[in-house]
């Protein structure tokens, strides 16, 4: 398996664009997450989607934020508009999440964003 | 508010040394608790997890020790290399959440 596979890799963009960060997690995996990653915050876990279902999005920092699975196959995070303060990396997860798994999350390679 | 409080944010470990990384968590729903390792421009990958019914786990150099009553766990890196340098992310999981420490870079000199 080619594990989760993310683009853009790198993303630079202007404040107030839209960006759309992607995701195709591991096949067979029925959980994703979206986390962000800076320096000041460490880890920070978005959302997450089980069976394709939004279960928490309360990570999610504002209204710009969103984030959709249409399928088991790929999943979509988005800014609009974005901010400097957006710039960090992005991950995705995937998980096989059941009565005896292990939670073992496979990371992507993350998306580096910069917002100038 | 779950919180996973890791320490030390740095760790400096001279080759051949140990490394101990701590962690403690609150919520007792947790029944998993990770270790990941996090290379520059790499995304987290699970390093050694253990689950609460045993006290301590070992895998290579790596060993994690749990204490439930305390509700903490460790890390322990012997025999530490410099191909061990990176960040490392102790965590705690339940149900179809998992909660990250704040991370620990840990340096080993040569």
């Known amino acids: 398996d080619a594990g989760v596979i993310q683009s853009p890799r790198h993303e630079v963009t202007e404040m107030g664009q839209e960006v759309t960060l992607r995701c195709k997690p591991i096949?067979?995996?029925?959980?994703l997450f979206w986390y962000r990653q800076t320096m000041m915050r460490g880890l920070e876990l978005l959302i997450y989607?089980?069976?394709?279902?939004?279960?928490?999005d309360s990570g999610m920092p504002e209204d710009r934020f969103s984030a959709k699975m249409p399928n088991a196959s790929f999943s979509t995070l988005k800014i609009q508009p974005s901010e400097p303060r957006d710039s960090a990396v992005y991950f995705c997860?995937?998980?096989?999440?059941?009565?005896?798994?292990?939670?073992?999350?496979?990371f992507g390679p993350g998306t580096r964003l910069t917002v100038t | 508010q779950q919180q996973v409080k890791q320490s030390p944010q740095s760790l400096i470990v001279q080759k051949g040394g140990i490394s101990i990384i701590n962690c403690a968590y609150e919520?007792?729903?947790?029944?998993?608790f990770p270790w990941y390792q996090q290379f520059p421009g790499k995304g987290p990958a699970l390093l050694i997890a253990i689950r609460p019914d045993v006290s301590e786990k070992k895998e290579g150099r790596f060993t994690i020790s749990f204490n439930k009553s305390a509700k903490q766990f460790s890390l322990h890196i012997m025999d530490s290399q410099p191909g061990d340098s990176a960040t490392y992310f102790c965590?705690?999981?339940?149900?179809?959440?998992?909660?990250f420490g704040a991370g620990t870079r840990l340096f080993v000199k040569a």
């Open positions: 997860a995937s998980s096989l999440v059941g009565r005896r798994s292990s939670y073992e999350q496979y």
């Open positions: 096949s067979g995996h029925n959980s």
């Open positions: 919520n007792t729903a947790f029944d998993y």
């Open positions: 965590a705690a999981a339940g149900g179809f959440k998992t909660i």
């Open positions: 989607f089980n069976n394709n279902v939004p279960i928490d």
